[in-house]
């Protein structure tokens, strides 16, 4: 991904937070997902399976795996909420389900960071979650070890997120 692609992502994401006034964490994801115009559907999937989209009558649909962690859940909408604003073109218009139907989903090939459009979604997502004016602002200028886990716990509780994804957005604000 090109720098002005990720300076377009982060521009995106902290507009749809200045348009819903989220000025501190937990950033409500579902509100988010919401005011963009998708229907959310919690559904026990493969543990594979984290989240899909699709498009379906003009109206977006969000699928999400109940089974999964709260802070996975979180995640997986604003993975999904980033394919519906980045790669919307790309969404079918509607799906019909089978082994082979065209939706995009948050699985393991999304997280293995090798697909671009995975790539941008997992950055959307994480620009969406854990805005970096939101981090600085928690930090408050304090120094702190990244291998701290008590530290980055506490960031990840307050943000409601993974410690991973926490831990991983945090080095790359420091970096």
Do not use: W
Request: aromatic content about 6%; overall charge positive; charged content about 25%.
């Amino acid at each position: 991904m090109t720098p002005q692609r990720k300076c377009l992502i982060k521009k995106q994401a902290r507009t749809i937070l200045e348009d819903n006034q989220i000025l501190e964490p937990p950033v409500p994801v579902e509100k988010i997902a919401k005011a963009l115009g998708a229907n959310l559907r919690f559904s026990p999937l493969d543990d594979e399976l984290s989240g899909m989209i699709y498009i379906k009558d003009c109206k977006p649909i969000i699928g999400i795996n109940a089974l999964h962690h709260p802070n996975r859940r979180r995640f997986t909408i604003a993975h999904e909420c980033g394919h519906l604003i980045l790669h919307r073109a790309l969404i079918k218009k509607e799906v019909h389900v089978d082994k082979a139907f065209p939706m995009l989903m948050r699985d393991s090939i999304s997280s293995s960071g090798v697909n671009n459009m995975e790539i941008e979604a997992n950055h959307f997502a994480a620009e969406l979650l854990m805005p970096e004016s939101l981090l600085i602002f928690a930090i408050g200028g304090k120094t702190f070890d990244i291998d701290d886990e008590g530290v980055v716990t506490a960031f990840a509780k307050n943000f409601q997120v993974s410690t991973a994804a926490m831990r991983f957005r945090l080095g790359k604000l420091i970096v």
